[in-house]
């Protein structure tokens, strides 16, 4: 089964992401990601990798909107707090 170039750049930064949390011998390897023209498409698979990782983390049944929402709310608080 082939995936979309949009579900491939969003396991790649879900994978980074996680790869965060992990040791450095039990990370992950993979692909570069290539720039290509607009951004939006990047920007929308970090937000989709972002927002499958919050959910697994949290268990947390939020929708996309409201995974937004909550982002939102921490920029506030941070632009706040500075």
């Given at each position: 089964?082939?995936?979309?170039?949009?579900?491939?750049?969003?396991?790649?930064?879900?994978?980074?992401?996680?790869?965060?949390?992990?040791?450095?011998?039990?990370?992950?390897?993979?692909?570069?990601?290539?720039?290509?023209?607009?951004?939006t498409e990047d920007m929308t698979a970090l937000l989709m990798a972002a927002y499958v990782l919050f959910r697994r983390l949290t268990g947390s049944e939020e929708d996309l909107i409201g995974f937004t929402h909550i982002l939102n709310r921490l920029a506030v608080q941070y632009c706040a707090e500075k």
């Open positions: 089964m082939k995936i979309s170039k949009m579900d491939q750049k969003t396991l790649v930064f879900y994978t980074n992401l996680c790869n965060a949390y992990k040791d450095e011998e039990e990370r992950e390897e993979t692909g570069k990601l290539e720039m290509e023209g607009s951004l």
